[in-house]
């Protein structure tokens, strides 16, 4: 049996729009381009939305067929290579759901991530043990795994101090602190944690304090990427219990930026934000 394949990858995902682009641009429709690799035209579309890896000899049939030079074939090609190489995070495909392996590459190739995380402390920003207590509610009852999901989860905040790091820039509500995630002391350990992350230039965190009242927000935890690449809009990412959903909608993302920034306005400002943590902290 294949092996399921893991989630696009966002070189693929740049590539796939790049060739939707060269399509368009050269007046051909999806069955005039599946004409020339004598395929149906739901697998051009595939190619386009990332939905498959890239066949190199169909995708030099196309760059042939849309008018392409030979110079800039190569490059494609070259960058196609790339795409189809799984990322690092293929190690973890045993635990790593489909739906979820789009965000993680997602989230290391955005220039800039704002977030709101009204449940509990950011992933990219949580203490191994603190990271376990959360994980824990959905694998308890299958240790190695829950461990495979710690690690996965430590690997990702390597993206914080890379040299290209993104900016990080995240809004918790107070909930997140007050609630317990494991003993007094995981939760002290995790709040120093936080009070460390405001130092890392790369980093803005900000809290929404219970006296803030109702914000536009409060319906839920959500994630906004920004990319250096013209071919990918900012996406929105939100999470279910069961899957997640991603929106590039241009309407959808501008109401997602709108709340971000209503909440930026509301919460303790980031440069108070280590002395309310340090008063949270000495409550626990």
Known sequence: MREPRSGPTVGQIVLGRRL???????????NQAAEALDVNAATVRRMEKAEVGFKLLYVRTLLQTYGVGADESHAFIELAKDANQ???WHQFRDVLPEWFSLYVSLEGAATVIRAYEPHHVPGLLQTEDYARAVL????????DELERHVALRLERQSLLTRQDAPHVWVVMDETALRRPAGTADVMRAQVDRLIEATQIPNVTLQVMPFAAGLHSAAFGPFHLFRFQEPELPDIVYGENLTGAVYLDD??????HREALDRLGAQAVPADATAAFLGGIRKEI
Not at 250 to 255: I, Q, R, W
Request: hydrophobic share 45%.
């Open 86 to 88: 799984p990322g690092w």
């Open 20 to 30: 939707q682009h060269l399509r368009e641009t050269a007046g051909l429709t999806l």
């Open 250 to 255: 241009p309407v959808d993302v501008a109401a």
């Open 136 to 143: 824990r509610l959905g694998f308890a009852h299958v240790p």
